[in-house]
């Protein structure tokens, strides 16, 4: 019981974390990968640098 309680806890805190970052639109946040590929794409990274998530995930940051 324990290990559902702390997994859906964790779901909870990631899907907030989620909407928090899909809220800022006047920042560019995203993660990349240890080599260096885009791996999330928030709304505000689509606005400022002009690429929707699904023509960046997967690419190398060198590309923007």
Do not use: C, N
């Not at 806890?9 to 899907?15: F, G, K, M, P, Y």
């Not at 006047?26 to 400022?48: E, F, H, K, N, T």
């Amino acid at each position: 019981m324990p290990d559902t309680i702390a997994s859906t806890a964790q779901l909870v805190e990631d899907a907030r974390y989620r909407l928090l970052v899909e809220a800022v639109t006047d920042y560019a946040i995203y993660m990349l990968d240890p080599d260096g590929r885009v791996s999330s794409w928030s709304s505000g990274a689509q606005r400022l640098k002009g690429y929707a998530a699904d023509e960046i995930l997967g690419q190398h940051f060198s590309r923007f």
